[in-house]
Structure formats: structure tokens, C-alpha cells
């Protein structure tokens, strides 16, 4: 392209599409028709239905107490449902992961609630 002085995006824009085509082919006479604004690529929305979603959750410190780990939980369910409800998800199963972390050597690390 540096040979035929087309060096950005505009410079190919201008240039002739019927030399474009003969020499490069014709998706990159597409491209040029798309950067002068004629829409030559269909482009195909592909909606897929999702089966299910992740929410997660981390905290910024330790949580010791079971009222403010059962006050996240149901928070941090609230919010998973209202992403269920604007995707349109059913929610059929709803479920927990609770993990210790596993790099402190502490006593509250191994304490169940």
C-alpha cells in the first residue's frame, strides 16, 4: 500500500475502487465502498439464549460476623435475580460458593459460621 502512496484510512478512502479491485480483490473494495459510506457488509445479530449467569462476589476485608455475611448474601442474591430478570432469564437454580481464604494462617480463617 506505501507503494501506491495509501498510507491511513482516508488516503484509501479516496482511492479508485476499480483499481482496489482489480489489484487487492473485492473485500478490500468493500472496505473502501464502507469507508465512503455505502454499506456493503450485512451485518448478521446473533442472539444467543444464555443458560445461565455468574455473579460474583469478593470482599475488601474479612467478614467474621454471620449477620453481615448473611446481610451480603442476600444483597448480592437481589442483585444476581434483578440480572436474571433483565435478561430474561428463568431462575431455576440458585446457588453458593462460600471459600475461606486460604493464605492467611489466622484463627478466624478456620472458624464455621
Known amino acids: ?3 501506491l502512496s495509501i498510507y491511513t ?5 479516496v482511492a479508485d475502487t476499480k483499481f482496489i479491485r482489480k489489484r487487492f480483490g473485492v473485500m478490500l ?3 473502501v465502498l464502507e469507508l465512503n459510506g455505502f ?9 444467543q439464549n444464555r443458560k445461565n449467569l455468574v455473579a460474583s ?6 467478614i467474621t460476623i454471620l449477620h453481615e455475611m448473611r446481610q451480603a448474601i442476600v444483597t448480592h442474591a437481589i442483585c444476581a435475580s434483578e440480572q436474571c430478570g433483565n435478561k430474561i432469564l428463568p431462575l431455576l437454580i440458585l446457588s453458593f460458593l462460600l471459600s475461606l481464604t486460604l493464605f492467611k494462617n489466622d484463627s478466624h480463617n478456620i472458624q464455621p459460621f
Open 1 to 3: 500500500m506505501k507503494g
Open 9 to 13: 484510512p482516508l488516503d484509501l478512502s
Open 29 to 31: 473494495e468493500r472496505i
Open 39 to 47: 454499506s456493503c457488509l450485512e451485518l448478521k445479530q446473533i442472539v
Open 57 to 62: 462476589r469478593s470482599f475488601g476485608r474479612p
